[in-house]
Structures are given as C-alpha cells and as structure tokens.
C-alpha cells in the first residue's frame, strides 16, 4: 500500500478546522499531520513537517492566505497549496492562483470533492471547484481584463488590511515599524490602484479580496 498523502491545515475557525480533520481522518490514503489557525503558523508547520499538501483558507489573521502560498511554494515546492475558500469572486480567485496554489475548492464542497481535490494536487494536478474552473477559463481565452487592485504588492494589501480594521496612518505605521510618511505614500498609491478616493472605497475593496470581514 502506498504511503497515505501527508496533510497540512491552515484555518482559524476552529470548527471549520476540526470538521476538516475529523473528515479526513476517516480516510485511509489522507493524513493529517498538523493544524493551524494564522498563515504564519501555517508555513512554519509546512516547515516542519514538509507535507504533500497544505490546505489553507485565506482570510486569516497574522499571513493571509495568499502571502502564506507565495512563502510555502517558493521556500518549500515539494508541498501543494489547495485553497479551501467562501469566496468565489475573480478578486480572490486569481491572487491564489498567482501566488501558486494548486487548486481552488469552495467550502460547502463534498468530503468527495475535497479528497479528490487533495489528491489531485498532491499529484501536481489542478483542481477546481465549477465556478471557480470557469474564472480560470475566461482568463486564458482573454475573455477577463485586469481588476482593480489586482496588481497589489504584498505590503500594499498589509497596509490595504490594516486601513479597513480601522486603524490610523500613525498606527499602521507603528505596527509596520515604517514611517508615518512612508504609509501616507501607501496610501495613496492604494488609492490610485483601486480607484476609489476614500476609505470606505478602500474597506470594500479589503472586504471583496477576503483580507477583512464585513
């Protein structure tokens, strides 16, 4: 019998994570060799263990989960990213597809569809939910152009996150250890991307791409 695939989860609602792992601990070919709550955590047990695949949400605090893919596929390729997601949207289907991830799996799926798509990643194939496979279509038929925002840096959706919880240039400035200055740039050129000129336009943004709830 070969060996069963060795699986990661990033998740910070509990329930949702424990759901998860007694799922797949009914498996005989899955199992799960450890859990996280935050995209830091979740990278430093891809670390650790170095699984086949890492499971993982991406509204989570700490290292969302785009930024956590980036890190696991480029410090750690042996392991698969399959996203586990509410979200639906090009907004938050195409940075994860961007930042390496495998697959892209709604939650509300099957316990079939959720083995199948484990599996199929871990053999280095794709895997999508429907609604998200023809997102991906669109775009290689050219049929989608660029979205605003879709080009963000990392440190831009740092500070994109930090303004739609509410907090202060000063503040944000104080979290990132940057000058207030240098946030005030951020900002603006947040604001250019996005085209919008206020900060509820900002809030709804972070909301859309999954960085915040509303």
Known sequence: MSSPIRVVLVEDHQIVREGLRALLDGQDDVEVVGEADNGKDGVALVEEHLPDVAVMDLNMPQLDGVEATKLIRKQFPGTQVLILSMYSTGEHVR???????????????????????IQAVASGNAFFSPEV?????????????????????????????LVAEGKSSPEIAKDLGLSVKT???????????LETKNVAGMVRHAIRIGLVTA
Do not use: C, F, N, W
Request: charged share 25%; net charge positive.
């Open 133 to 161: 496979a023809k997102i991906v279509l669109d775009d290689s038929r050219g049929v989608s152009g660029p979205r605003a925002g879709s080009d963000l840096t990392p440190r831009e959706r740092q500070v994109l996150k």
């Open 95 to 117: 940075p994860a597809i961007r930042a390496g991830a495998g697959g892209y799996l709604l939650k509300g799926s099957g316990l079939s569809d959720l083995v199948s798509a």
């Open 183 to 193: 946030i005030e740039g951020h900002r603006g050129r947040l604001m250019a991307k």
